[in-house]
């Protein structure tokens, strides 16, 4: 595996935990760190291509 894959595999294991919650647990509020978390996703998809 890649440096910058498996540097991205922990922000990848978060996007797709969110992606894909089981409807019977609400997701959190995470009131401000939504932008860290949507910043730390987009820097994890350009650090795979």
Not at 40 to 48: D, G, L, S
């Amino acid at each position: 595996m890649r440096p910058a894959t498996a540097a991205a595999m922990p922000a990848l294991a978060l996007l797709a935990a969110c992606a894909n919650p089981a409807p019977e647990i609400p997701l959190p509020d995470l009131g401000g760190a939504e932008a860290e978390i949507v910043s730390a996703v987009e820097e994890a998809r350009a650090a795979v291509r």
